[in-house]
Nanobody, 119 residues
Framework: QVTLVESGGNLVQPGGSLRLSCAASGGTFRINAMGWYRQAPGKQRELVAT???????NYADSVKGRFTISRDNAKNTVYLQMNSLTVEDTAVYSC?????????????WGQGTQVTVSS
């Protein structure tokens, strides 16, 4: 069982920055990709960014150039640096981990952290 614990969500003004963290525990050697998804009120959950164990990344078009995902495999932690935030970035951000195919590609989720962008 993989457990994901997020932190860093907060209220920030438009144009501001935040850094989210997600620490994984429990059989972390099985984890391939880690990433972030978000869900705004009344909208479906959407991909923000993911980073695989081999370093490859994937970003939503809406965050390219503003958000950066990084990962410390030694600490089993993934980060999301968010810059130039807009009100459209307001959402619950959830950490995600996907196991290697040999382990069934099982997906785990964190509990979510609220990011509110408002003046």
């Amino acid at each position: 069982q993989v457990t994901l614990v997020e932190s860093g969500g907060n209220l920030v003004q438009p144009g501001g920055s935040l850094r989210l963290s997600c620490a994984a525990s429990g059989g972390t050697f099985r984890i391939n990709a880690m990433g972030w998804y978000r869900q705004a009120p009344g909208k479906q959950r959407e991909l923000v960014a993911t980073k695989a164990r081999d370093g490859s990344t994937n970003y939503a078009d809406s965050v390219k150039g503003r958000f950066t995902i990084s990962r410390d495999n030694a600490k089993n932690t993934v980060y999301l640096q968010m810059n130039s935030l807009t009100v459209e970035d307001t959402a619950v951000y959830s950490c995600n981990a996907v196991l290697f195919p040999i382990y069934g590609s099982r997906t785990y989720w964190g509990q979510g952290t609220q990011v509110t962008v408002s003046s």
